[in-house]
């Protein structure tokens, strides 16, 4: 205790200067105005079933003040943390536990079995194996850096042994009847296989492709479907492809969506003002909180919102591209991805574009899991854009002296 109180002063001082403004305050903007959000979203609800309504307000303030220690923490530790192995390797192994325990033993919550809860309090590990799929996959590739650089062959073991891992722990996620996650997950590392050589390009090119025609697929399958299905992911293709045929069953969120849309228009009705938060669209404060934003705050918010989240993506992007060691660039890549894709699935799932997959808005729908990862991946961030920042400023001092 007594090094780390006098590490932590030390160590913020000395990287304070190199603080990324282009993450850290949209990082914070964002999670301020959720705290709002929250408190807005899930008000009448609470407060109609004799509920305080101060409590998601306060458990997400919590969540995001965890969450700022936490971008803190991964902001300031050396960054040959993230490659320790045998860090890595009990973070494999809490993944195979924690998906094979949830397979058999999870808690479903709204027809998926992604949580295991101890009291009250949640973990989804779905969540925490995005950034271990981040941290794993760059680490392993950027070992083989000069190798790849140079177009050698790389043994099928080294190639295939971190896509099987992978897989099969994406595979166990899918198991869970979680759609949103798992392809979240799956995209992610395809992203990092495909930026991390020639290698793994006709894998990744294969897999890319059996995605994209996966998709298409269910786009197709969903109008053939039974209505009265009673399978929970196959109700969630039948309420896309018929919404308001359904509008009383599976297709009733996504109507209550189209609503609040169409009540907010351009400027909305006003902040605390959305009707259809008040019972009739569920998840208000999670999976459908940007429709309560859009009925409230308009269309108008809603862009802005995006395009705030957008200035970490091209952040995240631009700090890839700068980088000349490959572990940082994947880890940059694998950010911006998970934030492109994550915001994509929310925003076309309550807009209709394409099925409801259960994911949350970044840093803006209530969650402890969420948040807590995505601050950390700041972090991570972070640490990267200060530590690229130092070199250049110890080699412009270099130069200065000679």
């Known amino acids: 205790m007594q090094k780390f109180l006098y590490w932590f002063p030390r160590r913020f001082k000395e990287r304070l200067p190199y603080l990324d403004l282009w993450v850290i305050i949209p990082y914070l903007i964002l999670s301020i105005f959720g705290i709002v ?48 192995k045998g860090i890595l390797k009990i973070g494999a192994l809490v993944m195979y536990a924690a998906s094979f325990f949830l397979i058999f033993f999870g808690s479903n919550t709204n027809g998926a079995t992604g949580w295991i809860y101890i ?35 790389i043994s099928p073991k080294v ?62 399958v969903a109008s053939k479907i039974d209505v009265h299905t ?17 509008s009383k069953g599976a297709g009733n969120q996504l109507v209550n969506s189209y609503y609040a849309l169409g009540n907010g228009g351009i400027f909305g009705v006003g902040l605390g003002n959305s009707i259809q938060k008040k019972g009739y669209l569920p998840e208000a404060n999670t999976d ?15 862009v802005i919102i995006i395009s705030i989240l957008f200035v970490i993506i091209f952040r995240a992007i631009i700090l890839g591209t700068r980088s000349s060691k490959m572990y ?20 076309g799932g309550i807009t209709g574009l394409i099925p409801i997959t259960g994911v949350t808005f970044p840093f803006i729908s209530y969650g402890g899991s969420s948040m807590m990862v995505l601050s950390a991946t700041m972090g991570v ?3 990267i854009s200060a530590s690229q920042r130092q070199a250049l400023n110890e080699q412009k001092q270099i130069i200065e002296e000679d």
Not at 53 to 78: D, E, P
């Open 230 to 246: 009673s399978n929970y992911m196959l109700q969630r293709l039948v309420g896309f492809a018929h919404p308001f045929e359904l």
């Open 288 to 302: 459908f909180i940007m429709s309560v934003i859009a009925e409230e705050l308009g269309l108008i918010m809603v």
């Open 37 to 84: 959000m929250v408190y807005s979203a899930s008000a009448d609800f609470y407060i109609q079933n004799g509920i305080s309504a101060k409590s998601y307000l306060l458990k997400q303030a919590v969540w995001v003040m965890v969450g700022i220690v936490i971008m803190m923490f991964f902001f300031l530790i050396n960054k040959k943390g993230f490659r320790n």
């Open 159 to 220: 190639t295939w042994s971190p896509m099987v891992m992978i897989g099969s722990l994406i595979l166990l996620n899918f198991l869970q009847h979680d759609l949103g996650g798992s392809t979240i997950n799956a995209a992610i590392a395809i992203v990092i296989l495909f930026a991390g050589g020639k290698n793994y390009r006709k894998s990744v090119a294969g897999i890319f492709a059996g995605l994209a025609a996966f998709f298409i697929l269910l786009t197709t």
């Open 328 to 347: 940082d660039a994947l880890v940059c890549y694998g950010i911006a991805t998970y934030l492109v894709v994550q915001t994509f699935f929310n925003v």
């Open 381 to 383: 961030l972070l640490n």
């Open 119 to 153: 009291g009250s309090f949640g973990i989804q590990p779905a969540e925490y194996l995005k950034l271990f799929i981040i941290l794993y996959l760059s680490n392993i590739l950027s070992l083989h850096q000069h190798r790849i650089e140079l177009g050698e062959e």
